[in-house]
Nanobody, 127 residues
Framework: QVQLVESGGGSVQSGGSLRLSCAVS????????MGWFRQTPGKEREAVAA???????AFADFVKGRFTISHENAKKTLYLHMNSLKPEDTAMYYC?????????????????????WGQGTQVTVSS
């Protein structure tokens, strides 16, 4: 079984930065897609960013220019670097993974395309 464990969430003031991490227990294929999603109460989970095994990335328009995504193979860890945070970025952030696939056209995938999920880490941005 693949397990994902997020860390790095917390509280920060508007304009601040955070780095989220997601430790992946094992890989079932050399091809993979990993992504970050976020969710607030009463709203659907939305895709934030994704990266695949080729290094192709994709971002939601609302984070372009502020967030970056990276993956460190040796540490089996996915990262989300969040800069210029805004109060509207406040949410529970989840990492997700799917194996045996890569991103097509550098587009974000919906949540149902991912098989494995972490438990989430809370990010709170105050004004």
């Amino acid at each position: 079984q693949v397990q994902l464990v997020e860390s790095g969430g917390g509280s920060v003031q508007s304009g601040g930065s955070l780095r989220l991490s997601c430790a992946v227990s094992r890989y079932t294929s050399s091809s993979y897609i990993m992504g970050w999603f976020r969710q607030t109460p009463g709203k659907e989970r939305e895709a934030v960013a994704a990266i695949d095994s080729r290094g192709t990335t994709a971002f939601a328009d609302f984070v372009k220019g502020r967030f970056t995504i990276s993956h460190e193979n040796a540490k089996k860890t996915l990262y989300l670097h969040m800069n210029s945070l805004k109060p509207e970025d406040t949410a529970m952030y989840y990492c997700a993974a799917d194996f045996g696939a890569t991103l097509a056209y550098a587009r974000l995938l919906p949540s149902y395309e991912y098989k494995y999920w972490g438990q989430g880490t809370q990010v709170t941005v105050s004004s």
